[in-house]
C-alpha cells in the first residue's frame, strides 16, 4: 500500500487485513462511517490505524475462505485450517474430516501439514477456529445472506 506521507514507507507485516476490510476502512479515512449500515452485521472491518501506524497489530485475527456458501478454510493469526480442498480450479473437492492444519507463516506454500508431521500436536487450534465459524454460523442464521435476484428487504 503506498500513500506517502500518511502510511510508512517500506514497512512489512504478516498481519491479516482482508480485502473486504477496505469497506470500513475507506469508510472512516473519509470520514464516512456513517454509510455503514447498522442494521446488519458487517464483516469488514476498519483497519486505518494499523495502516497508518498507530498501532502495531491489526484489528482482525481471523479470515474465512468460502466457495459458494461452504467454508472451504479458515486462517487464524499463523494457523491455516482446510474443511474442503481442490488440487485446481476444475478438480475434485475433497472434504475432510480431520481438517488439514498448516502453519503458513512458516510454510506459505502449505506442503507441511502439521498434523501429520508432529502428530496432532496442533489439535488445540481447533477450539478458537471453531469458535470463529460457531459465531459465523450463528450471525448467517440470523442475518442470511440475500439470494441472487432478491431485493433486500431488511432485518426483522
Do not use: C
Amino acid at each position: 500500500i503506498r500513500w506517502p506521507g500518511k502510511i510508512p514507507a517500506g514497512k512489512v507485516s504478516d498481519e491479516i487485513v482482508a480485502d473486504l476490510d477496505w469497506y470500513s476502512t475507506l469508510a472512516h479515512l473519509i470520514g464516512e462511517e456513517k454509510r455503514i449500515p447498522g442494521d446488519r452485521p458487517v464483516d469488514s472491518i476498519n483497519q486505518a490505524d494499523f495502516l497508518l501506524g498507530k498501532q502495531e497489530n491489526s484489528n482482525r485475527e481471523h479470515v474465512v475462505t468460502f466457495v459458494g456458501d461452504r467454508i472451504f478454510a479458515v486462517k487464524w493469526r499463523t494457523l491455516k485450517v482446510h474443511y474442503y480442498t481442490a488440487e485446481g480450479t476444475f478438480s475434485p473437492i475433497v472434504e475432510h474430516t480431520f481438517p488439514p492444519v498448516y502453519d503458513i507463516k512458516n510454510d506459505p506454500g502449505e506442503t507441511r501439514e502439521l498434523w501429520r508431521s508432529e502428530g496432532y500436536s496442533h489439535i488445540w487450534v481447533m477450539r478458537p477456529v471453531m469458535a470463529v465459524v460457531g459465531k459465523l454460523q450463528a450471525s448467517m442464521k440470523q442475518y442470511p445472506n440475500i439470494a441472487p435476484g432478491q431485493d433486500f428487504a431488511g432485518y426483522r
